[in-house]
């Protein structure tokens, strides 16, 4: 895989940090409520047909990686600000957390297709304002101006220069692999698992419009229970308005296309 291919990966990560998971800030639990656990999930029982896991590697260049084993640790919150703050210039200190930062976007990625996402390790903070509805009872529904409180952050993803973004996953990937990894996946890779996470958003169903709510008491939850059973990607997607949701669809499936192409 090419270093331009392999870097655009972090695209992903900032669409779905910024674009993508804004929404669930007004519609998790309140903070004081327990988090949810980031731990992975039992082992599924074997299948009788195995099926082959597709492989994504990814290998930082050589003038990248630690000159020994006795090298200082690197300081990920520092190099990780430095390198996006260069791309996002003072957006990245108004829409963004800055410690952890490696930690909280494996977490989100790897939670994504799961029921919750963790919100005290998202790598955003909170958008603005509470969702936009209208009607009430049985004629609530999530009204199409909402989506414009996801604008800016769909626009942030669109602007970043991709060769810079490659460059930047690239050069610090065993940051991610080894968060991944402290995650509770000592066997895995980051890298395929976010071209899971990829493929799953992408699944997201195209729903007719107004989409039905429900307010059964704080919380505002889908009104068709199929939906309901979304996972936090997918009903984000649904949330951000169809415009939006398009732009990103168009961006991942672009990172897509670059994260699988092989030498």
């Given amino acids: 895989m090419n270093t331009w291919a392999k870097g655009a990966l972090v695209v ?57 084993p006795d090298a200082a640790p690197v300081d990920s ?92 996953y690239v050069r610090h990937y065993p940051l991610f692999q080894q968060q991944y990894v402290e995650l509770g996946y000592p066997n895995g890779y980051f890298n395929n698992r976010l071209v899971e996470v990829i493929d799953h958003l992408l699944a997201t169903p195209v729903v007719q419009r107004p989409i039905r709510l429900k307010q059964p008491k704080v919380l505002y939850t889908f009104a068709d229970p199929e939906l309901e059973k979304l996972s936090e990607g997918q009903k984000i997607m649904l949330r951000m308005g169809e415009a939006n949701a398009e732009r990103v669809r168009a961006k991942l499936t672009d990172i897509r296309a670059a994260v699988t192409r092989q030498p």
Wanted: proline fraction near 13%.
């Fill in 77 to 168: 919150d520092v190099v990780m600000r430095d390198g996006l703050v260069a791309l996002f210039g003072a957006s990245f200190d108004k829409y963004f957390s800055s410690t952890d930062i490696v930690r909280r976007i494996v977490v989100t990625i790897d939670n994504l297709p799961r029921e919750r996402v963790t919100r005290r390790l998202m790598p955003v903070k909170p958008v603005p304002g509470a969702p936009v509805t209208a009607g009430s009872g049985d004629t609530l529904t999530l009204d199409a101006t909402n989506s414009s409180r996801y604008d800016v952050y769909v626009q942030l993803a669109d602007m970043v220069p991709t060769a810079q973004l490659v460059d930047l």
């Fill in 12 to 68: 992903v990560v900032l669409a779905g940090a910024a674009a993508l998971y804004t929404y669930m800030q007004k519609e998790s639990p309140p903070a004081d409520t327990p988090s949810v656990a980031v731990a992975p999930p039992a082992e599924p029982a074997p299948a009788e047909t195995p099926v082959e896991v597709p492989n994504y590697p990814i290998a930082p260049p050589p003038d990248a990686a630690p000159a020994s």
